[in-house]
């Protein structure tokens, strides 16, 4: 492995981890309505890494390098542009940054690097708006906050590129118009600003944890991003809730499985058949852990459900140990909750294995919720599993269904296997 090659590794290994607290950092000097400035920053510090690291080697502290550089470009940019327009010099936290005699020491006041993860958090409340669409939301945080490339956004939620750009488009343009101050939202506006975000990230988590993407079923990438988010929301004063705690466990219990659920050919192991052993155990006790903390207050999120769904699989030694009768309670709150066709898909998987077929036929019949399931490939692949004791011809066609519905290639070699062998779960 030759240097060259090493560099660009660490520095895409940089990039992921540092970019977005960077940008949060520039993004307070600049404001949110110069982004694009801010993330130019970024990249130029990249480049100068670059180019810098394969003749004058690898600095001991990388990140220390790359934050240093930023800062000292982003003074100059200040320079440049201290009579445009661009940049709101009248701003109160501004106004010492165009003075050549107060510049530097402005920009080390902003530039603080015991309040990095606090920036961060005030970015994504910022990214989280209300008057931003859910899948801007998203988009910008990925972009923006995790590092990801416009074809990895594009790749993760099977869109195209020109659909990502113009996600990125309007919410920046939305930012220079309404010029968005990253900052924690008022006591008043936690509950709501909370949601939104942790809503976000859980999106994130999910497509991570079973990817839309054709080629992969897990996107580790994904979800350690959204677990890191959503522990600095956990560590934080500010946004230290019983609902952040729950997400938090039920990302732990989870992830904790994730060993098994792929097979070494990359095919998906159903849970009955997954080797319980390759089960991280450090984890779901973490889970436990920040499922203790979630149990104050008077708050009960559809997370705090969740993760006690998630929770009975975890400790449950064998499948057949399952406790499904505690999971079909939990579902029913659930459903009380936060009812959704999702939910109540996930709640008849449940009717089925604890009361059967003829039960589980009955309550999707008297559902409202069929012409949703009808665009939900799992609906099919359900169906597909009532069916394939009793009626396997019937079972292979709902199979069929949602083996054409599903842009998963695990999904459908999973849906494959069981055509040929029309057995069920």
Not at 87 to 112: C, G, H, M
Not at 133 to 156: V, Y
């Amino acid at each position: 492995m030759n240097a060259s090659f090493t560099i660009s590794k660490l520095t895409d290994q940089l990039f992921r981890h540092e970019a977005g607290k960077m940008v949060a950092l520039l993004t307070k000097i600049f404001g949110t309505e110069n982004l694009d400035i801010s993330e130019d920053v970024v990249q130029d510090t990249f480049i100068n890494a670059m180019q810098v690291w394969p003749l004058k080697g690898v600095p001991d502290n990388p990140s220390g390098w790359l934050f240093r550089v930023a800062k000292n470009k982003a003074i100059d940019v200040l320079r440049r542009n201290k009579f445009s327009r661009q940049i709101d010099f009248n701003d109160p936290e501004r106004t010492l940054l165009q003075s050549e005699y107060t510049l530097t020491a402005a920009v080390e006041k902003l530039w603080r690097d015991d309040e990095i993860q606090d920036d961060l958090l005030r970015m994504m409340f910022a990214c989280c708006h209300p008057d931003i669409a859910e899948e801007n939301q998203i988009t910008l945080i990925l972009k923006t906050l995790c590092g990801f490339s416009t074809s990895e956004i594009a790749k993760a939620f099977l869109t195209s590129e020109d659909t990502v750009s113009k996600r990125l488009y309007r919410t920046k343009n939305f930012f220079r118009e309404k010029k968005i101050k990253p900052e924690f939202p008022a006591p008043a506006q936690l509950k709501y600003s909370i949601e939104a975000v942790l809503k976000a990230i859980y999106l994130i988590f999910n497509e991570g944890y079973n990817a839309t993407h054709a080629n992969d079923l897990i996107r580790k990438d994904l979800l350690d991003q959204a677990m890191y988010l959503c522990k600095l929301l956990a560590e934080n004063a500010n946004t230290r809730l019983p609902e952040v705690f729950a997400a938090m466990a039920l990302m732990c219990f989870h992830s904790s499985r994730i060993n098994g659920r792929i097979n070494e050919q990359g095919e998906i192991v159903l849970l009955a058949q997954q080797d319980r052993s390759k089960w991280n155990r450090q984890l779901i006790e973490e889970g436990n852990a920040f499922m203790n903390k979630a149990a104050y207050g008077d708050v009960i999120s559809s997370y705090h459900i969740e993760a006690a769904i998630a929770y009975e699989h975890c400790i449950a030694e064998t499948f057949e140990q399952t406790n499904w009768q505690n999971i079909l309670a939990y579902y029913d709150m659930l459903v009380a909750v936060h009812p959704n066709a999702v939910v109540m898909l996930h709640r008849l998987t449940v009717i089925y294995k604890v009361f059967g077929a003829a039960k589980t036929l009955e309550e999707m019949d008297a559902a409202v919720y069929k012409k949703d399931w009808e665009k939900n490939y799992l609906y099919y692949a359900l169906l597909g599993d009532i069916y394939a004791k009793t009626a396997p011809e019937r079972s292979k066609e709902y199979y069929q269904i949602a083996f054409n519905m599903t842009q998963s290639s695990a999904e459908k070699n999973l849906l494959q296997k069981k055509m040929n062998d029309r057995g069920g779960i």
